[in-house]
């Protein structure tokens, strides 16, 4: 259980980490131009959060969890493009098919990105908690 923690707190920093860049400038760049009247002025930060909670702990469970058992890592990263693309694709693929004014161009490019920074999340989340941590789940 230990591990578990662990590789979820490795996992859910480097995500938001990595997540905060790419929000930063492809909001202004991508999201605002596509999908601008679609966007609030301010988050809600409860909902944010419960996101980046939750997805991170999928990560570890249903990704990290099973690699510490010799997963390699290009299958964890693959499993993590997977799921990525998966979760990102629900929620634009649902949007695009509810909402008018939903984008067809970020519907690919959050999915491709989703993919990405979950394979990436998954990978690096895994090498820490393997490095950090000397008893198994």
């Known amino acids: 259980m230990k591990v578990l923690f662990i590789s979820f707190v490795f996992t859910a920093v480097i995500f938001l980490s990595i997540d905060a860049v790419w929000l930063t400038y492809a909001g ?12 609030r002025d301010e988050p809600i930060i409860w909902a944010a959060a419960l996101f980046y909670l939750l997805y991170p702990m999928g990560v570890s469970i249903l990704i990290i969890k099973p690699a510490l058992s010799k997963n390699p890592v290009d299958q964890v990263f693959w499993n993590g493009v997977v799921l990525g693309a998966m979760a990102y694709g629900t929620y634009n693929f649902t ?7 939903w984008s067809v161009a970020v519907v690919f490019v959050d999915i491709i990105w989703g993919g990405l920074l979950t394979g990436t999340s998954s990978v690096l989340g895994l090498k820490l908690t393997e490095k950090f941590s000397k008893t198994s789940i």
């Open 95 to 101: 949007n695009m098919a509810i909402l008018t004014e």
């Open 28 to 39: 202004k760049y991508f999201y605002q131009p596509n999908i601008g009247l679609l966007l």
